[in-house]
């Protein structure tokens, strides 16, 4: 008796249900936690069964290297039990039919949702077609059946070598069939995941001039074809060498959703459970919007998705979730391809952004034209389709950020006029001082306001925050020729604070200093703190903590005090003051108390300061959070860990999970749920705050580096789990893009950059390249020690580091000499983790009594 006979009917049918799960969702490219949820309920024996029936192989390929440690063992075993089986395993399995008509069935060689596709033989014309055949539950769902006679209709109508032909469309015993023309290769999508190397260029644009000529072919006949993605596009021969080039034989397949421009509703885009018809990571933004109007440019959309998946290897959109692909579809701009490749034509670029843009009537109006634009690029010929203008993207990032832009709008207003006022007034007569003064008082508030907006706006456009920076520091020598001194100075340490926040320290600190030495005695006492704790921010952004902490631990208590101090200015004081002790702490565990007090001091301060509340709100959530901090690090127990969860929970609340600031905090918290032995906790939050840092500022932002760090150290504390390890070789050649563009900002002698290199350093020795960790971790500490001296906390750490990569590589002498220092350095009162001193001399005294032993 077989094992079906013995089986369950009723668990029969739910693996059969599961199995239609696993095709459908095959072929909506959503998310494959849905039905990992569901596989990982099912018995060893269960999972077995149900991936050795040898369908929807692309998604059981993806799940080999799912979470659960079940699932991936069953499809790993299943697959090496498959490999020594029969030629034809797929023959056994009872659902394949021998015979349709006169096609003889050789092998089932694909199966989505809705029908399944054979290779089989005309055994009167003796060749082998693809016979595409609806699943046997579809036959009785009429629209289902309605779409597959339409897309025999719609092939017959096409006659071109860039589509694949159709022999015949017809029914044998009461089964429908099409017969297409067999393509002997693989499909784009196969072929794209079995690179290891980019694609030339040029290539990649012949690839896409082949397919935009089959589509436009298409578009004469008034067809769509409304899933344009790279499985259904079929390459055909080897693409070795000696046969024809992959990017000459590639074909356009599965016709299945076209319909002639004229029938295309609205309606016809949602199946009866609401869901959208078609792969929504390649649908344009009026297609998953089931828009009424739909024509070629939404198909222009698609081809220019797979344009930029052939260039980039991700497609533009594709998110956590069915939800999250569809609503960066319809409002987020993809990530330049430059910050994935710099080798990449900018004509290529212009044309792949242009079938990108969310505005249809923006977009080449048919598939016709955009094949002549890829004409025109392979032939060196200029293209028509241009980058957009600076104007344009200031424009449209207005539209996303109104408040931003409007604060900018009078900052830059403000400035040109207030500044000709202040020339003119200080030509005519003194008595104009007041106003002059007053103009400083608007723009200050201004800027303010700006500066308070600017963070988590503007770093998610480097391109425009360059350009706002260069234009406050071309206004600088303005402000100093056009005010009198007092007020050049007072708008000038204004200018640098903001200066600091868009990311240019160097600068920043420039202006304050020179504010400082342009007001001089003319300032007040408040006007003189003031300016200090604008340097304070510059200074702290550069990574000198304990530069900015002595600064103002010098001042703070008179500037707190002072009856007619800015209450802002109060505010920066206590926070930068206790943010650099919290900075310092991660170095030296005494600064640790100091921290939480600045901290307790500026939530106890915050209710009566007279900040407006929308300042307050923030300001008192990002205290508790770090007070958080500090207590769970000086505890780290379950009450401080439950509190400590509760202010990250509400942060995120007042700031939005995308705000730097918020990255800044899923980045400490991801380090305290590791502390505590959280690592999978600790690995989605990271991934997810990956997500939200490439979102919103792309590839070559702080807050995207510290969101990769996360999930590179997370990983790298569980590299024995085969997942984490190969997530880490995925990751270090795009983090170590982001180090080199975020370097430029910050300085490779910035604490934080010599951090998350030392764990760049560290990944590399952990997937196997001891040899460039060594080569990262010497140049570390070169680094270190020429900014902040041999025996800094900072240059330890190198040493530390690099005696565990020569301890790796069997270097004892180097370990022992590495460890004696580190030692010695504690013990001359450098303040280092007690942990690794007490480690070292353990390692030191164990290699001591080996080499007795030797002897």
């Not at 932002?701 to 995925?730: H, Q």
């Amino acid at each position: 008796m077989s094992p079906i006979d013995e089986s369950d009917p009723g668990e029969e049918a739910s693996l059969a249900s599961l199995l239609q799960k696993l095709c459908e969702l095959e072929d909506s490219g959503d998310d494959k936690s849905v039905i990992e949820k569901q596989l990982e309920g099912l018995s060893e024996s269960e999972l077995a069964e149900l991936f050795g029936a040898g369908q929807c192989m692309n998604l059981l390929n993806q799940l080999k290297e799912s979470d659960s440690e079940k699932i991936s063992r069953v499809l790993v075993e299943t697959a090496r039990s498959q490999e020594t089986a029969p030629d034809n395993p797929a023959r056994s399995h009872a659902n394949i039919p021998d015979q349709i008509g006169r096609y003889e069935i050789v092998r089932l060689a694909a199966q989505g949702g809705f029908a399944n596709v054979y290779q089989a033989r005309d055994v009167n014309l003796q060749r082998s077609v693809a016979l595409k055949v609806p699943l046997v539950e579809r036959l009785g769902d009429q629209n289902a059946i309605e779409r597959f006679q339409r897309e025999a209709r719609a092939v017959a109508m096409l006659s071109h070598p860039g589509v694949v032909p159709v022999y015949e469309a017809g029914g044998a015993d009461g089964q429908p069939f099409i017969a297409f023309k067999w393509i002997e290769g693989c499909s784009l999508h196969s072929f794209l995941k079995t690179r290891k190397q980019p694609l030339p260029a040029k290539e990649v644009a012949s690839a896409l001039k082949r397919i935009a000529d089959a589509v436009a072919h298409a578009h004469a006949k008034g067809i769509l074809h409304r899933d344009i993605k790279p499985a259904n596009v079929l390459i055909e021969g080897s693409g070795e060498k000696g046969s024809t080039p992959w990017n000459e034989s590639v074909c356009v397949t599965d016709f299945g959703l076209a319909k002639h421009f004229a029938d295309v509703e609205a309606s016809e885009f949602n199946t009866v459970d609401g869901s959208i018809l078609g792969t929504p990571a390649y649908m344009s933004p009026e297609q998953v919007r089931s828009e009424s109007e739909i024509g070629p440019p939404s198909d222009v959309y698609s081809l220019g998705t797979v344009l930029y998946e052939m260039l980039v290897g991700k497609t533009p959109h594709r998110k956590t979730g069915y939800s999250g692909t569809i609503r960066a579809i319809e409002t987020e701009t993809p990530v330049p391809i430059a910050s994935f490749r710099k080798d990449v034509p900018a004509d290529l670029i212009a044309i792949c952004e242009k079938c990108l843009r969310k505005d249809a009537a923006d977009r080449y109006p048919s598939a016709f034209e955009l094949a002549g634009d890829l004409g025109r690029f392979l032939d060196g010929i200029p293209v028509q389709a241009k980058p957009r203008s600076p104007f344009y993207l200031l424009t449209r990032w207005a539209k996303r950020n109104p408040v931003v832009a409007f604060s900018l709008g009078l900052a830059f207003a403000g400035l040109t006029i207030g500044l000709t006022a202040m020339a003119w007034s200080n030509a005519e007569i003194s008595a104009a001082r007041d106003d002059s003064q007053r103009q400083v008082e608007v723009l200050e508030s201004i800027f303010n306001d700006l500066d308070y907006n600017l963070d988590g706006d503007v770093l998610s456009e480097p391109d425009l925050r360059d350009r706002l920076a260069i234009r406050l520091i071309d206004s600088v020598d303005l402000i100093a020729e056009s005010a009198d001194p007092e007020s050049a100075s007072r708008l000038m340490g204004t200018l640098g604070r903001t200066l600091a926040t868009l990311g240019h320290p160097e600068e920043s600190r420039e202006v304050v200093e020179q504010a400082i030495k342009i007001g001089g005695d003319r300032l007040t006492s408040d006007q003189k703190d003031r300016l200090q704790v604008r340097l304070a921010a510059a200074v702290m952004a550069q990574g000198k903590f304990d530069e900015s902490a002595a600064s103002l631990g010098a001042s703070i208590e008179r500037i707190i005090e002072s009856p007619t101090q800015e209450t802002q200015t109060k505010a920066d004081a206590l926070i930068y003051f206790a943010e650099s002790q919290f900075q310092l702490s991660k170095l030296a565990k005494e600064t640790i108390v100091d921290a939480k007090n600045g901290f307790e001091r500026l939530e106890n301060w915050l209710p009566e300061s007279g900040l407006p509340d929308r300042y307050k709100q923030r300001y008192v959530s990002y205290a508790k959070f770090r007070v958080a901090c500090c207590n769970y690090s000086s505890a780290m127990n379950d009450g401080n860990f439950e509190l400590l969860n509760d202010a990250f929970d509400n942060y995120i609340k007042i700031y939005g999970s995308e705000h730097s600031s918020s990255i800044s905090a899923a980045y400490a918290m991801a380090a305290k749920l590791r502390q505590r032995g959280k690592f999978k906790d600790a690995l989605s939050l990271s991934e997810q705050t990956l997500i939200h840092a490439q979102r919103k500022y792309g590839f070559d932002a702080m807050p995207t580096l510290l969101a990769f760090d996360s999930v590179l150290v997370t990983c790298g504390m569980n590299s024995a789990i085969p997942n984490c390890k190969k997530r880490m070789i995925e990751l270090l050649p795009e983090m170590q893009r982001c180090c080199e563009a975020v370097l430029e900002d910050l300085g490779e002698t910035h604490p934080n950059m010599l951090v998350i290199y030392g764990n760049v350093a560290n990944a590399w020795g952990i997937t196997g390249d001891l040899d460039q960790c060594v080569k990262i971790r010497l140049r570390l500490l070169s680094l270190a020690e020429k900014e902040f001296g041999r025996k800094s906390v900072i240059a330890q750490g190198q040493i530390w580091g690099l005696a565990a990569v020569y301890n790796e590589l069997g270097d004892d002498g180097k370990v022992g000499n590495l460890l004696e220092e580190f030692i010695a350095a504690r013990e001359s009162g450098v303040p280092l983790d007690d942990q690794k001193v007490e480690l070292a001399r353990k390692q030191l005294k164990e290699a001591a009594l080996d080499s007795s032993a030797d002897q």
